[in-house]
Structure formats: C-alpha cells, structure tokens
C-alpha cells in the first residue's frame, strides 16, 4: 500500500509504487467511461495547485480530478499571489499549511524546488514539472497509457526523440520504464542529449531512422524553445528534417506502434500534424489516461494520511 507522503519524482518510487498507482488509474478510469464525474473519494479535503509556470493539461487535469473527487479545488498562480511580492515558496508553503491544505501541486522552473516544500509543510506534494528534473505524473500517465494498449511494459521497445536535455518528462519516463521492464533509446542531436544518459541504462542515438525500426513507442518531445541557449541546433526546418516524426518515419516502427506526446506539440517540428492527427497517435488518450491517473494519485495519497 501507497505509504508516502508526496510523490516528487520516479526515481525514488519503486516498481510496486507505481504498479498500484495504475492499479487504481484503472479502476478510476472505469468510473470515468461510465461517464461519473461525481464522487466521494476527496470529500472534506482540499488540493491546491500552485504553478510558478504555465500550464494546461497538468494544472486542468489536476483541478478536475479533485473536482471529481468532492475536494474543494484551489488554483494558485505565481504571478497573481504574494510570490509577486517577494514572499517566499516556504513562507507560501506554510500559509498554505495554515489554510488546512491536504495537497500542493506544484509546478516550479527551479529543479527541487517541489522537495524543499515538501521538507516544510505539513501537506502531500505532488510534482508537477520542477526545472529540468521530473514530470512524474506525466510519466505515469504515459506508463498507463502503453500498459493499457500492450498489457506489459516488459520487453517494449520505447523510443522518446526530441530535446531530451531539456525534458522533465523523459527523464520521468527513464526511471518509470527501467523499472517497469522496457527497454528505452532516448535520440536526438548530441547537443540536446544531456552526459548523465548512460548511467540511466538507456540507449542512446543520434539516428532516428535507426532507433525508431521495431519500436513500439514512439514518443515525441516538446522543442523547449524557451529554455534553449544559441547554437544547440543549426535551425528549426533541419532539426525537422532530421529528428522531425513524419508517416515515412512512422512506418519504420513496429505495424502497431503508437504514437505518445506529453504536448504542447510544436507541429511541423517534432511531429507532422498527419501523425499528431494520425490513428496511431495516442497524445489525446494520454490527455483523457492523466486525468483518471491524478485522480488515483490524489486518493492514494490523502488516504495514506488518514
Ligand atoms: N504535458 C504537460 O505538462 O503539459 P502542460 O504544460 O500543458 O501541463
């Protein structure tokens, strides 16, 4: 049983943590497709989510799913909350404490920024995207949503292209997947490809027609434009034109492999719009799977405090 207080990334979750995180996804994922959208799991608690970046999948499926669950849903932004004043993220912690808070969500460009609340307040803290560290739930949600097409992690061949130096999400996805059986390439330039890779036990390529035959995922990241220093890649149309996914790439996958982007998708980058809009894509499903895996997240947590 689910015993922590927050979950701040996979990397320090074991397989069988996250085999009852999607245990519970799915039976939350039941009650979704029989369209409820009313349920007593939260009833009497409070969720707070605090997001010093911007958001909208995340931040949404997060305030729907307390929603769902009966908790009373509180949104924070940074820039419209005492932050903007000075105040400090243990100071806004603490006052958050004080409010009877039974979970933060907090999304932060500084990495740790998540386990340095979570040290100081008396609430659960779920990650929601720290800097260039974790996306936890937004592995999580990825993991169901290959578990539910292929029934086992183990022995999937995944491969996750894109700016992989810059990306919380692959690496949620590294330590989720390892401990879950799959195998994982990561690919993309060498200049986007961060040193410590290799101790993550993933391959690593800088070919995508290479890597992407007989995978089963293909997963797309997100050209993090905002975060990108001068000279990483020599323009967008060359970095399309060599890591972009388009059906002619798709093809060289496994006949059944499916599609993944955490989104926002940059089309036309790294994802033409026919494989974005594609029957392989399954960047929607992710979307519908991350709100039932929040919901068990939510629940699994404020019910270990009970
Ligand atoms: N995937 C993801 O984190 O999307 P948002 O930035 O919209 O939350």
């Known amino acids: 049983m689910l015993k922590r207080k927050d979950l701040l990334g996979l990397k320090d979750v074991t397989r069988e943590e996250i085999e009852e995180i999607l245990s519970t996804a799915e039976q939350m994922r039941k009650i979704l497709d029989q369209n409820v959208k009313k349920t007593p799991h939260l009833q009497g608690k409070n969720v707070t989510t605090l997001f010093y970046e911007n958001s909208t999948r995340t931040r949404t499926s997060f305030e729907s799913a307390a929603k769902i669950m009966g908790a009373n849903a509180i949104n924070i932004s940074a820039s419209a909350s005492s932050v903007s004043k000075g105040e400090t993220?243990?100071?806004?912690?603490?006052?958050?404490?004080?409010?009877?808070?039974?979970?933060?969500?907090?999304?932060h460009p500084m990495s740790g920024a998540p386990h340095l609340l979570a040290k100081n307040v008396r609430a659960s803290v779920i990650n929601a995207g720290d800097g260039l560290n974790e996306h936890p739930t937004q592995a999580l949600l990825d993991i169901y949503t290959m578990k539910e097409k292929f029934g086992t992690l183990d022995g999937l061949k995944v491969v996750i292209a894109g700016d992989i130096k810059h990306s919380r999400v692959a690496r949620s996805n590294i330590w989720g997947l390892r401990k879950l059986g799959a195998s994982v390439t990561v690919c993309a330039p060498k200049t986007l490809l961060p040193a410590c890779m290799e101790e993550m036990d993933v391959a690593v390529s800088c070919r995508l027609d290479e890597c992407i035959r007989d995978a089963n995922v293909v997963m797309g990241l997100r050209m993090q434009l905002e975060r990108q220093q001068a000279g990483l890649f020599p323009s967008i149309a060359e970095y399309n034109a060599y890591y972009g996914l388009t059906a002619a790439r798709l093809n060289l996958a496994d006949s059944d492999a499916i599609v993944m982007h955490p989104g926002p998708v940059?089309?036309?980058?790294?994802?033409?719009?026919?494989?974005?809009?594609?029957?392989?894509?399954?960047?929607?499903?992710?979307?519908?799977?991350?709100?039932?895996?929040?919901?068990?997240?939510?629940?699994?947590?404020?019910?270990?405090?009970?």
């Open 266 to 306: 940059n089309r036309g980058v790294e994802l033409t719009s026919e494989v974005a809009d594609g029957e392989q894509s399954y960047i929607l499903r992710q979307v519908t799977n991350g709100l039932a895996v929040r919901m068990a997240l939510l629940f699994l947590l404020t019910r270990s405090k009970a």
């Open 89 to 107: 993220l243990i100071d806004t912690g603490k006052n958050l404490d004080a409010l009877l808070t039974d979970v933060i969500i907090i999304r």
